[in-house]
C-alpha cells in the first residue's frame, strides 16, 4: 500500500515550521530570563500586606467606597484601584501561602519576557538577538518588578505593544478585543493609561507613514490604522469605566499621578532615575546605544522609536518605570543589532530548534534555581517587620475585646503599617504605604513632620491614638525624639525587641 502524503503543514523538516518553533522555544527562554533575574531580588515588601488585607475585607465585606483601616482617612471617598488582583492575592495566599505568589509572579514575569521577545521578532529580530536584548535590559528593570500587582501592569503593556505591533505588520493580532483587556486592566493596576498611550503611538505613526515617514528608515513599512484598530482606541477609554466605582476608580491614576505630584517626590519608586546607581546608568546607557545603532541602521521606525522614547521620559522622571526599558526598548535594540562574524555561531545554533530547546532547558533551570523559597520569603518578613510588637498589640487587643472595649488605634509607620494592618483583624492605623490616600486626607504631611522630629503629642491626641509601634533606631533612626516624647508623657513602653517598640497609654475604661 502506498504512504500517504504528510501535510506539508506538519512537517518537522519544513525551514518555517522549524523557525517558528525556534522563535516559540526562543520567546519562552527569554521569559524564564526574566523570571530568574527579577525572582533573584525577591522579597515581601511592605505593599504586599496592605494588598492582602484588602483582598480579605473585598471578600468578607463587598467592595468598599471609604477607607475601613485608616485613623484619618475613615470619612475620605476611597476604593482599592487593584481590587481584583488584591482579591486574587489573597486568595492565593490563604490556599498555598507565599510559595503560591512566587509562583504567580514568575508566570507573570515569564509572560512579559515571553511577549517582548515575540514583539522583537516581529519586528524582524533574529532570535539570538532578541535574547541578547532582553538579557542585557532584564538587568535594570528586575531592580522594580516585585511581587505585587504593579507587574500585571507592566504584564499588559507588554501585550498591547506586541499586539499593535502584529498589527502594523498585516499579521492576525487581536486588536478588536483591546477594550477587553482595558478592563481587566483597569481593575488589576490603574496604570492603563499607558496602554491609551501606546495605541495613540502607533495611530500617529500609522497615519504618518506616508513617503515623509519613509525618511526614517528603508525598512519601516507600516500598514494604515485598520477599523478594528481605530474602533479600540475609541472603546478603551470608556471600557475602563467598567469597574464597581465607575468613573471614580478610572480617574484614579489622574488624582494619584497630576493631583499629588509634590509629595511623591517623598517616595523612593516615584523619585527620578538615578545615574549615580548602576543599573539606572546601565538602562540609560542601553538606550543611547539602541538609538546610535538605530541610526547607523537606517531603522528608524517611528512608532517604535516614540515608544522607546516615552519610555524614556517615564523611566528618568520615576523610577518605578525603569521595567519600561525592556518593554519599551529591547524589541528595537534586538531589530538594529549589527550581524557581527562573532555571533555567526550563536545565531545559527539558537535559530534552529535544538539549539532554542537547549537554551530553553537552560533558562528554566536558572528560573528554578532562582525561584524564592517559601521559607526565604518568610524569613524576610520575620527580619524586615516587627512581628513580635504585633503580637504583643494583637494580645492587648483581646484582652480589651473581653473586657467589651474596642480595639486600640495605633501608630504605625509607612512602612510597617501594611504589616500591621493584615495581622490585625479589626483596629484602625495611623499610616501604611497608601500613599495617595494619606496625602489626601493630609495624615502624609503629618508623618513627614513626625519623622522630622516634630512634637508628637499633639497629632497623637488630635488622633486619639493610645497605642503606637515604633521602629528601633537599627531599622528606622527617624523616630528616637517621637519615642522619648511619648515615653515621657504617658505612653509606657509594653514590648520591645531589635525591630521596634510597642507604647501603649492605658485610659479609663
Known sequence: MAARPSDPDSDPTDPSQNDRTAGSLMAIACGLLVAAMAMSRAVVENDVFWHLAIGRHVLAHGFPFTDPFGIGTDDLPWSPPEWLAEVGMFALYERVGWGGLALVHGLLLTAIGALVALRARTLGAHPAHALIAVALLSIPASLHLPMRPLVTGHLFSALVLFMLARDRRGERSGVAFLPLVFVLWANLHPSWPLGLGWIGIELCGRWASGPAARRFGERFVASRPSRALVIALLLSPLAVLIRPDGIDGALYPFVHVIGLSDQMREIIEWFPISPTRPLHAMALLLGAVTLGLSLRARKLDPIELGTALVSLVLMVRYQRFVPLALIGWAPLLASVLPEAAATARLRAGLGSVRGAAMITAAMALLAALAFPSPSLLA?????????????????????????????????????????????????????????????????????????????????????????????????????GAMLAELQANGYPRRFADEQAVLLVRERAP
Open 379 to 479: 524569613e524576610s518578613v520575620e527580619v524586615g517587620f516587627p512581628v513580635a510588637a504585633t503580637d504583643a498589640l494583637i494580645a492587648i487587643d483581646e484582652t480589651r475585646a473581653r473586657d467589651g472595649r474596642t480595639p486600640l488605634a495605633v501608630f504605625t509607620t509607612f512602612e510597617d503599617g501594611g504589616y500591621v494592618l493584615y495581622r490585625r483583624h479589626g483596629g484602625r492605623i495611623y499610616l501604611d504605604s497608601r500613599f495617595d490616600l494619606y496625602a489626601r486626607a493630609g495624615v502624609f504631611r503629618e508623618y513627614l513632620a513626625l519623622r522630622r522630629g516634630e512634637p508628637a503629642l499633639p497629632i497623637f491626641e488630635a488622633r486619639a491614638m493610645d497605642a503606637a509601634i515604633v521602629p528601633t533606631s537599627a531599622r528606622d533612626d527617624h523616630f
